[in-house]
């Protein structure tokens, strides 16, 4: 493995979806009792674990393929690596975005890398990846 990134969501997001989940639990003790609430809890509970795991991303790039959350692709059809601040990020996932890019990125996240691709079977000109550490990444990609 010679770069690996796990971003997580950060624990004010979490909080705050909880707090709106334990809104939702008091209105359901409120109007129809203890029981229901007690399993509106519960559900909650169980419903902010699988939000902090699914919204995870995980970049890795190793010998042969470069992995992005879901995507894959092999590291002889990747172009140029560009390593993005948030101005550059902020404007390639809103107004100057191509449709036919593939997206992953995280909104608590402001940086990231744009990823050219050079594969002629595919239609997709590039992707656009959030990143803590867009330079590194950049340049493990275009070495």
Request: avoid cysteine; glycine fraction near 4%.
């Amino acid at each position: 493995m010679r770069f690996r990134e796990v971003i997580r969501a950060p624990f004010w997001l979490l909080a705050f979806i909880y707090f709106l989940f334990m809104s939702l639990v008091v209105a359901v003790w409120a109007a129809v009792g203890n029981q229901p609430a007690l399993v509106t809890w519960v559900v909650s509970t169980i419903l902010i674990v699988l939000i902090a795991l699914k919204s995870t991303l995980v970049i890795e790039v190793d010998e042969n393929d470069f992995r992005a959350g879901p995507a894959h692709i092999e590291l002889k059809y990747l172009g140029l690596v560009t390593a993005l601040d948030s101005k550059e990020m902020g404007r390639l996932r809103t107004r100057d975005a191509d449709p036919a890019s593939f997206l992953i990125f995280r909104f608590w996240r402001s940086t990231g890398v744009k990823v050219e691709i050079n594969d002629p079977r595919d239609q997709t000109p590039y992707w656009l990846i959030t990143s803590k550490r867009s330079k590194e990444l950049a340049e493990i990609l275009n070495s």
